[in-house]
């Protein structure tokens, strides 16, 4: 009975949070014709709890809410780390623009309806938050209207709750808002996405280049004595060409850096296909033989990158053609394949394609670890020392000229800043900042919805009140037009000026607002992969100005 009606319990908290967790999951695993509340149907329950009064420790939320909010953003952080400086090149430039576009024009909406409507301002950036289905940005906007109240307890009191509220009565129409803007953009621009997805297919294809091989003859006379490390690549050293195998008196051997090339030698080259076909005209031509199928000691093994004294070389580095007579062909990370050039850095998790004999190949894999068993288990220390360096970093005083004071990054900025810059270092002596995809799932859900839960329990006193007898349907109607503006634009401009497809158009709305649930709906709509690929681009840059215009928008306009 205790459990729950004595609210002094830690029991009854962990209980109260535990069933708020596991009911708020599973209504956000209905699905209505494709769409779904997702982790979001925690804060719903929460809100239903709270509103009926099953109310827990204060202390207990508080712990709950700051500490899922560091777990979720330093986990996020390890996620886009790594992807965050190659979202930004050149072929992803433009949906960057366009996302950062969401973000600036939702921004700029907010700040309009804070000083043209008059809704207070801890109210408006959970309504940009619900509007734009960021969860995190609501995580960093309450942390700096913590900190900016700390010392007044009658003023945290008073405003505490409202961001959570003001989320909730926006969100619903979040998801819906960005559905039916890709179904207008449909509409409008009459698109056939039959069409639209074949021509995707066939720019993709022409984009990406596969990694190829090629068996050369050497009849060029300019070659003969020359070793292989100093044949002219067609690209220089960014080529991408390996030399695998060389045939030597009808001898298979592995391609070292120093074997000398004769006339009528047989080359196993790997690499980008229209490299290969430049390096045919510079080496010779095309050889029936495939180096691949004869019969030799020679053999192939892939290798898992899984030993801390490993991770950070490069393949020079490492030195394993001299060491072992091991030549590294192929690297694989994240499911993309690309060529092992000797500047290439190898990463914790990393798999390689060795060629060599056994022997060779036995001491190579024991040089880089090739354990999958230490891929699937977390590095706990680096876990928690990264946390610990992210809160310092995000309680670091910074002195902006424009403000009156210091500002920090908080308990949600610091923590992802510190993220992203380890996910970059990715080892540092003996620590290795890498976790398991699975791990980092597992953590990053359970912070969001230990933040969720804490949030809908705070803020269900009041939703239903100010949703039926308050401004709640007035704030809904305001964040509809955050939610609707900034997309509708930015795909216009993406359709007639960028002349963007429409399967990239609808995966840059869905990452522009972090959407899974709108992601989901666009790979129905098209029947393709091509918005996954817009969305994985755009969704670093997109989720990291999310939390820091949050966290601004509350600094500036507290002033």
């Known amino acids: 009975?205790?459990?729950?009606?004595?609210?002094n319990l830690v029991a009854q908290s962990v209980v109260i949070l535990g069933l708020v967790v596991a009911l708020g999951l599973a209504l956000g695993g209905i699905r209505v014709y494709g769409i779904s509340l997702g982790i979001s149907g925690v804060?719903?329950?929460?809100?239903?709890f709270g509103h009926f009064h099953y109310s827990i420790d204060p202390r207990v939320q508080g712990f709950a809410r700051d500490f899922g909010l560091i777990l979720f953003v330093y986990t996020l952080g390890l996620q886009v780390g790594p992807g965050f400086l190659a979202s930004l090149r050149r072929e992803g430039l433009p949906l960057n623009l366009m996302a950062s576009g969401i973000v600036l024009l939702g921004v700029a909406l907010t700040v309009l309806t804070w000083w043209l409507a008059g809704v207070e301002l801890p109210v408006v950036v959970g309504m940009m938050s619900g509007a734009t289905t960021n969860t995190p940005s609501l995580g960093a906007a309450q942390q700096v209207l913590n900190d900016l109240t700390a010392h007044d307890?009658?003023?945290?009191?008073?405003?505490?709750?409202?961001?959570?509220l003001g989320y909730a009565v926006?969100?619903?129409?979040g998801v819906l808002g960005i559905i039916l803007v890709m179904l207008l953009a449909r509409v409008i621009?009459?698109?056939?996405?039959?069409?639209?997805?074949?021509?995707?297919?066939?720019?993709?294809?022409?984009?990406?280049?596969?990694?190829?091989?090629?068996?050369?003859?050497?009849?060029?006379?300019?070659?003969a004595g020359v070793a292989l490390k100093d044949v002219p690549l067609p690209g220089g050293a960014e080529s991408g060409i390996v030399f695998s195998r060389i045939l030597k008196d009808d001898t298979p051997e592995v391609a070292r850096p120093e074997t000398r090339l004769s006339l009528g030698n047989v080359v196993l080259a790997v690499g980008p296909r229209q490299q290969l076909d430049q390096l045919r005209v510079i080496v010779g031509r095309e050889c029936p033989i495939d180096l691949r199928t004869l019969r030799s000691g020679i053999a192939t093994r892939r290798l898992i990158v899984s030993r801390k004294a490993a991770v950070g070389k490069t393949l020079a580095e490492l030195g394993l053609p001299d060491r072992f007579g091991v030549r590294i062909t192929r690297v694989s990370r994240a499911g993309i394949e690309m060529t092992a050039t000797p500047g290439f850095r190898?990463?914790?998790g990393d798999t390689v394609l060795a060629v060599g004999e056994a022997d060779g190949l036995g001491r190579a894999a024991q040089e880089l670890g090739d354990s999958a068993q230490q891929l699937d288990h977390p590095q706990i220390v680096p876990l928690?020392?990264?946390i610990v360096l992210g809160v310092i970093v995000g309680s670091w005083p910074i002195s902006v000229p424009v403000l009156p004071g210091p500002v920090r990054l908080g308990l949600a900025g610091g923590p992802l800043l510190v993220a992203i810059v380890l996910s970059r270092i990715t080892r540092i002596?003996?620590?290795?900042?890498?976790?398991?995809?699975?791990?980092?799932?597992?953590l990053r859900e359970l912070g969001i919805a230990l933040f969720l839960a804490s949030v809908g329990l705070g803020a269900g006193d009041h939703f239903m009140t100010t949703l039926r007898q308050g401004d709640g349907l007035y704030w809904a109607g305001l964040a509809a037009g955050i939610t609707l503006v900034p997309l509708l634009t930015v795909a216009l401009v993406a359709r007639l000026l960028l002349k963007l497809n429409y399967l990239s158009v609808c995966g840059l709305l869905a990452g522009g607002m972090t959407d899974p649930p709108a992601l989901a709906f666009a790979h129905t709509l098209t029947g393709s992969e091509g918005p996954a690929m817009a969305y994985a681009t755009v969704y670093p840059i997109t989720m990291i100005l999310r939390v820091l215009s949050a966290q601004l928008i509350v600094l500036l306009l507290s002033r």
């Open 189 to 223: 621009f009459r698109v056939d996405v039959s069409a639209e997805a074949a021509a995707y297919q066939k720019e993709s294809e022409g984009e990406t280049p596969r990694v190829c091989h090629a068996n050369l003859i050497v009849t060029n006379p300019n070659l």
């Open 153 to 164: 307890p009658v003023a945290h009191e008073a405003i505490e709750n409202l961001p959570g």
């Open 43 to 48: 804060l719903f329950v929460g809100l239903a």
């Open 170 to 173: 926006a969100y619903p129409f």
């Open 346 to 348: 190898l990463q914790f």
């Open 1 to 7: 009975f205790d459990l729950f009606v004595n609210q």
């Open 384 to 386: 928690f020392l990264g």
């Open 429 to 442: 002596g003996p620590l290795v900042w890498y976790m398991p995809l699975s791990a980092n799932f597992m």
